[in-house]
């Protein structure tokens, strides 16, 4: 039988992971973790809850960036009109994720811990060059999200430590958007999904940043896609290789969900779509 402490904040939280190590696992909104012990995973010995911590609940955008604390909510960010105007498609992908159950109980820190490759918030933080925030026994660091995401179900957080907050900079004039394929519109997990961030400039793409979920170990960030976009107009032929160059830096597999080809046939298709959502007419 586990053994469950409550710390009310997220020092006292740190504290209690330092002092039990690997016995003891952080526990937020605990939609993934009643899948994994559903599932057969064998619990801890003693649970971390940070359900009556009051820190990190809020989204603040201050000075040109955006801040969000690891325990809001995907519903508070699907509610969220700073995030909607800061980074849009990270509030597209709340909105749609998962049922309203899930959205009320699951948070961002906890998404992100858990390191799916299919979970919809990384692209959008991805294309933002999100920074997250870990606050351990000797401090906090400070890691980009790429660096934080290591493979399916690992991240680079040490066992005393939290993710206490989601970093991105404000950039005036940026648009982005989410989108995803799944079975059907929600309650699902994802096949594949794409983010893109840029700036349009006279019909001209700048700062184009693309990346893929769900069809590799992690997100996969685009770059030859960007490059192929970078201070164009996007023209059907530009996108057409850009499309191309999408289906290539895939890495799917086979499983439950999709197959690896459709999969990657996909992403060829999210460039086009992706474009579109953001209100760009493709000549």
Request: charged fraction near 15%; aromatic fraction near 2%; glycine fraction near 10%.
């Amino acid at each position: 039988m586990s053994r469950i402490l409550r710390p009310a904040s997220f020092s006292q939280a740190v504290a209690m992971l330092a002092e039990h190590g690997q016995a003891a696992r952080p526990i937020a909104g605990g939609t993934d973790t009643l899948t994994r012990l559903n599932a057969g995973a064998a619990p801890p010995s003693l649970w971390v809850d940070l359900s009556a911590v009051r820190q990190g609940r809020d989204i603040r955008v201050q000075d040109g960036a955006l801040r969000i604390g690891a325990l809001v909510s995907f519903q508070d960010m699907a509610g969220s009109a700073a995030l909607a105007a800061a980074l849009p498609a990270l509030h597209q992908a709340a909105n749609i994720m998962g049922s309203l159950q899930i959205r009320t109980r699951g948070t961002l820190g906890g998404n992100l811990c858990n390191a799916s490759p299919a979970g919809d918030a990384i692209p959008p933080l991805v294309v933002a060059d999100a920074l997250v925030e870990l606050l351990g026994s000797t401090g906090s660091r400070m890691l980009s999200i790429q660096d934080f995401l290591l493979g399916p179900g690992q991240t680079a957080r040490r066992p005393d430590e939290l993710l206490v907050a989601v970093h991105c900079a404000v950039v005036p004039g940026t648009v982005s958007a989410f989108v995803r394929v799944g079975a059907r519109a929600h309650h699902v997990i994802t096949k594949a999904s794409a983010a893109m961030a840029c700036r349009v400039d006279r019909g001209i793409l700048r700062d184009v940043r693309f990346a893929l979920g769900s069809v590799g170990p992690t997100v996969i960030r685009a770059p030859r896609v960007e490059a192929l976009l970078e201070g164009h107009t996007p023209t059907a032929q530009r996108v057409a290789q850009a499309a191309l160059a999408s289906a290539a830096a895939a890495r799917p597999i086979d499983d439950v969900r999709s197959t690896a080809a459709y999969r990657r046939e996909v992403c060829g298709e999210l460039v086009g779509i992706m474009l579109e959502k953001l209100g760009l007419q493709v000549g």
